[in-house]
């Protein structure tokens, strides 16, 4: 993907305040600290088109950013922060299925896991929620850099595992760090967008 233009459109915490343009998106989830502020960087060669919070779970908006003048990323609000306090933890839920359960522009989901760990139960909550509403999951294992390459495989199964996914399942291995796997998930992301070729 070329990319030849980079807008922050809004921020929004209400679903009457999404933009109305009636373009496609890409939403990006995840919990917080997993790096998905850096993902989306990377993906757009911007360092600073998405900002990064030095206090993990405080921002609680759902950031619209226009790509190529065609389509949207949309970074909904990270979760599970435990440290935040509790009215955020509680808003972060409502915000982010309001928008997965009536958003029609919508037409995938990066689903962004930290590869060191296993998935939480904030994010068995959210597989179920894109299951539920039949939306389709483009999953990507973030910070491969800091792990052994040997390592990877081992760690992706045991993701998927966790998460109840078939093993066909793909999930793609990031590092914004190296770029590893950028190419990777702008393919995937393609396959949504492809009639904006």
Known sequence: MKITSTVFIKSCTEQTHFPKENIPEIAF???SNVGKSSLINSLV???DLVKTSSTPGKTQVINFFKINNAFNFVDLPGYGYAKAPKEIREKWGPMIEGY???RKELKAVVFILDIRHLPTGDDKKMKEWLDYYKIPAIYAATKADKIKPREIEYQIEKIKETLGLQ???AILTFSAKTS???EALWKRIN???KDLQ
Do not use: C, D, K
Request: aromatic content about 6%; cysteine-free; glycine content about 16%.
């Open 29 to 31: 989830v995840g919990r």
């Open 45 to 47: 060669l911007r360092r």
């Open 100 to 102: 997965l359960s009536n």
């Open 167 to 169: 093993e066909e399942t």
């Open 180 to 182: 590893m796997g950028r």
């Open 191 to 193: 396959g949504f967008i």
